[in-house]
């Protein structure tokens, strides 16, 4: 298979100077020096990721704040009975996923600057308004409200992302943002630990305490920092105001070259069905529903699970943060190794490995030590999934209009994992949760599969390129319209 890619990549991927006598949008006299193009991307690694993955660990942050409520009073208090915390999490998730294609159609259309923002803004204040319910009632409507505005973050910043980098830097980066997500495990237990242990305050009939303090302060924080967030952020390339006016046309211009599309297109009706209909997105797309059935469980349940292990409230916690801690520096690692290697699927199959073997251990075994280091394995095997297919799905997608629609498209098929993930681990199944444990052994397995179809399909079809066997695709066209196959293009090389 690497010789397969040396060979098409020798014939089909082009260099910036090729590049520019194929694309009526480039600019043929506009040429730099590595040193430039470095240079360049540094300074948006700089004003992007930073800021990114700050505003999605608190976007995480957020969400699953609700778990480490739980174990500190919420239930007692809102007398939730049998399975109203497990609808609770369904309808966040529910209404999560109607909005993700819609607010990136959005995003396209107002810019990322303030939207971003934006919604960070809704879903911190949501966030704190949550210390005030009461009821199962208004739990259900805080949570509902939450899904709205957190229901484009995620596929927002991607494709924000993508705007800025070529695809083989982009990986790393949206690596980087996503292990928020594990960020926000490790540093939610540690924060709710200590807010949960703030003297109770307020007024009379609404007074703060424990459950309480963690939604209160943690919300505040997001919309402090969401307000503060456009200051930093650039919109896109051509107009990021920390690059000279050299640089914006280089930064904009080396996409240009690479994906032969204006990166100022307007989403269409096209570009819709480019990226639904694409059987590579769906395999990214299921791929991420069965790794969200883990992620959002343990992010949300993980709590629950080692206090059913024997551990109390607050060791509970704090035993919750070396396994994120672990996952997001192997999730760093594994974006990392992925971009440098230019492939995708053997990345996710070898790790979701480790996260089958880590739910075969959970699901038989019952020492309590052993099962706490079956943890490890999960989180370390399965946190590196999403943003690899997630990724690997905008990489073999072409121009940027069909990236927000793809970046959406796929979180949101995950997002109904997320909604699987709520259902997952039930009171009646406590302590050991087999039916749970046994759901994401199987998930993982199909993880495996889809990884190994994704290599597979890809070098079967970059195979069949190479040998001209698309070519067909071009015939009769316009040199506009041969820009607008994108990835159907006979010479656009397909990450495996």
Request: proline letters at 4%; one cysteine or more.
């Amino acid at each position: 298979m690497g010789d397969l890619e040396k060979e098409v990549a020798l014939h089909h991927e082009q260099t910036p100077k090729d590049a520019a006598s194929s694309s009526s949008t480039s600019l043929p006299e506009l040429s730099w020096t590595d040193a430039e193009e470095t240079a360049i991307r540094r300074k948006i690694d700089w004003h992007c990721v930073p800021i990114v993955t700050l505003l999605y660990m608190l976007c995480f942050l957020d969400r699953v704040n609700i778990g480490n409520a739980r174990i500190q009073g919420l239930a007692t208090d809102l007398h939730l009975e049998g399975t109203q915390f497990n609808w609770a999490l369904s309808i966040f998730y529910i209404i999560y996923l109607l909005f993700e294609v819609p607010s990136n159609v959005l995003l396209k259309a107002l810019g990322p600057r303030f939207y971003l923002p934006l919604l960070v803004c809704g879903f911190g204040l949501v966030s704190l308004c949550t210390a005030f319910v009461t009821n199962f009632g208004g739990l259900m409507g805080a949570r509902a409200v939450l899904g709205v505005f957190e229901g484009g973050a995620m596929p927002g910043m991607a494709f924000f992302l993508s705007t800025f980098y070529k695809r083989e830097e982009l990986l790393f980066r949206i690596g980087i943002y996503v292990s928020a997500a594990s960020i926000a495990g490790a540093f939610g237990g540690l924060l709710a630990t200590g807010l949960s242990k703030i003297p109770e305050w307020g007024v009379a009939g609404h007074t703060i305490h424990t459950w309480k303090n963690i939604f209160f302060f943690e919300g505040l924080i997001t919309i402090l920092v969401g307000l503060a967030a456009p200051v930093w952020m650039p919109t896109d390339p051509r107009t990021a105001w920390f690059l000279s006016e050299r640089e914006k046309s280089i930064a904009a211009e080396r996409l240009v070259r690479e994906h032969r599309t204006d990166p100022a297109e307007k989403v269409q009706w096209r570009h819709v069905k480019q990226a639904v209909m694409n059987v590579h997105n769906y395999t990214c797309g299921i791929g991420f529903f069965l790794i969200n059935i883990t992620v959002q469980g343990l992010s949300v349940f993980l709590p629950t699970i080692l206090k059913d292990l024997g551990w109390q409230n607050t060791k509970a916690q704090l035993y919750s943060v070396p396994p994120y801690v672990c996952a997001c520096l192997v999730a760093v690692a594994v974006a990392y190794g992925s971009d440098k290697s230019r492939q995708r699927g053997i990345w996710l199959a070898a790790f979701s490995v480790l996260a089958l073997i880590g739910f075969a251990i959970l699901r038989w075994v019952s020492q309590p030590n052993v099962r706490y280091m079956a943890v490890f394995f999960v989180t370390v095997g399965a946190f590196p999934g999403g943003p690899g297919f997630l990724s690997w799905a905008i990489n073999n997608s072409a121009g940027p209009a069909v990236r927000a629609v793809t970046s959406g498209y796929v979180v949101t098929l995950g997002t109904i994992g997320g909604i699987v993930a709520t259902w997952t681990y039930v009171p009646s199944d406590a302590p050991k949760y087999h039916t749970g444990h046994t759901i994401n052994l199987g998930g993982q397995i199909g993880v495996v599969c889809l990884s190994t179809f994704g290599i597979l399909y890809c070098a079967w079809e970059n195979r069949a390129r190479a040998a001209g066997k698309r070519d067909h695709r071009l015939e009769g066209l316009t040199e506009e319209e041969q820009e607008h196959l994108g990835n159907r293009h006979p010479r656009f090389h397909l990450w495996t």
